[in-house]
């Protein structure tokens, strides 16, 4: 089993900036791939950034391009969400993601643990 953390949200003005992180713990060696997804009120969750273990790959969604950038810290186990530029758009719940995969995949059937979410608002 892996055990998914998230920390670091909060209530920001649009243009502000916020950095998430997520601490994986337990057997996060068979773990190759992190990913954030969010969920705001009324909808899906979405994908919004991964990237490898090994190599350091990442993947962002259209979105999020230019404003986000995931990174890690492999010694910590730790994947860290570094949001600038922040929108009201951006507003949701904040989920930390854990796949046995290979494939840095969009989509959630692709992830195996969860972490319980962290809450990010941004108020216009």
């Known amino acids: 089993q892996v055990q998914l953390v998230e920390s670091g949200g909060g209530l920001v003005q649009a243009g502000d900036s916020l950095r998430l992180s997520c601490a994986a713990s337990?057997?996060?060696?068979?773990?190759?791939?992190m990913g954030w997804f969010r969920q705001a009120p009324g909808k899906e969750r979405e994908f919004v950034a991964a990237?490898?273990?090994?190599?350091?790959?990442?993947r962002y969604a259209d979105s999020v391009k230019g404003r986000f950038t995931i990174s890690k810290d492999t010694a910590k186990n730790t994947v860290y969400l570094q949001m600038n530029s922040l929108k009201p758009e951006d507003t949701a719940v904040y989920y930390c993601a854990a796949s046995l995969g290979s494939v840095v995949s969009m989509r959630s059937e692709y992830y195996n643990y969860w972490g319980q979410g962290t809450q990010v608002t941004v108020s216009s």
């Open positions: 990237i490898t273990w090994i190599g350091g790959s990442t």
């Open positions: 337990g057997r996060t060696f068979s773990t190759s791939i």
